[in-house]
Nanobody, 117 residues
Framework: QVQLVESGGGLVQAGGSLRLSCTAS????????MGWYRQAPGKQRELVAS???????KHAEFVEGRFTISRDNAKSNVSLQMNSLKPEDTAVYYC???????????WGQGTQVTVSS
């Protein structure tokens, strides 16, 4: 099993920055990809960014150039640096890990990000 705990959400004005962090515990050696998803009220959960164990990254078009995902395998940690935040970035952000040979999914509890205009 893999457990994920997020931190770093909060309230920020438009144009500001926040950094989200997620630390994994349990069978961390079996983690493959890690990523960040978000879900705004009334909307489906969507992928924000992902990173492989080797460090290859993917960012959604709507955050390209503003958000950066990074990972520290030694610390079992994945971070999301969010700059130039917009009100439409307001959502609950979830950390995700894909682990094991069967590509099981683990989710964090979510952290609220609110961007005021």
């Amino acid at each position: 099993q893999v457990q994920l705990v997020e931190s770093g959400g909060g309230l920020v004005q438009a144009g500001g920055s926040l950094r989200l962090s997620c630390t994994a515990s349990g069978n961390t050696f079996s983690i493959n990809d890690m990523g960040w998803y978000r879900q705004a009220p009334g909307k489906q959960r969507e992928l924000v960014a992902s990173i492989s164990r080797g460090g290859s990254t993917k960012h959604a078009e709507f955050v390209e150039g503003r958000f950066t995902i990074s990972r520290d395998n030694a610390k079992s940690n994945v971070s999301l640096q969010m700059n130039s935040l917009k009100p439409e970035d307001t959502a609950v952000y979830y950390c995700n890990a894909d682990w094991g040979l069967r590509r099981n999914n683990a989710w964090g509890q979510g952290t609220q990000v609110t961007v005021s205009s």
